[in-house]
């Protein structure tokens, strides 16, 4: 049981990334799963979180209008779209995962069961 998570680099502000988290085995394929990300010296803190229809989503303040998660099931992949990037977006980024399609709290670390390895992205100004 893996999350693996792709896709970040090196970029300046204003520029685009798209993380991918790849989930191993079946049973993954519907439930709810998350981006979250940590700074050095800070918390991990929640980005989105998608259900596991993927109809519904939900985004912290500060990236709604800039990021935007998708899921396709058929693959066992979730996605983070990341536009208008800013310095202050520089963290790892990690991917996570719950045990049920639909969960009650997905900003909460708490909620999740399963974790990648986190991506890198880093934002210069």
């Known amino acids: 049981v893996q999350l693996q998570a792709s896709g970040g680099g090196a970029v300046q502000a204003g520029d685009s990334l798209r993380l991918s988290c790849r989930a191993s085995?079946?049973?993954?394929?519907?439930?709810?799963k998350a981006w979250f990300r940590q700074a050095p010296g800070k918390d991990r803190e929640f980005v989105a979180g998608?259900?596991?229809?993927?109809?519904?989503?939900w985004y912290a303040d500060f990236v709604k209008g800039r990021f935007t998660i998708s899921r396709d099931n058929a693959l066992n992949t979730v996605d983070l779209q990341m536009n208008s990037l800013d310095p202050e977006d520089t963290a790892v980024y990690y991917c996570?995962?719950?045990?049920?399609?639909?969960?009650?709290?997905?900003?909460?670390?708490?909620?999740?069961?399963?974790w990648g390895q986190g991506t890198q992205v880093t934002v210069s100004s």
């Open positions: 998608v259900n596991g229809n993927g109809d519904r989503a």
């Open positions: 996570a995962a719950s045990r049920f399609e639909e969960i009650t709290y997905y900003a909460l670390t708490s909620s999740y069961a399963y």
């Open positions: 085995g079946r049973t993954f394929r519907r439930l709810s």
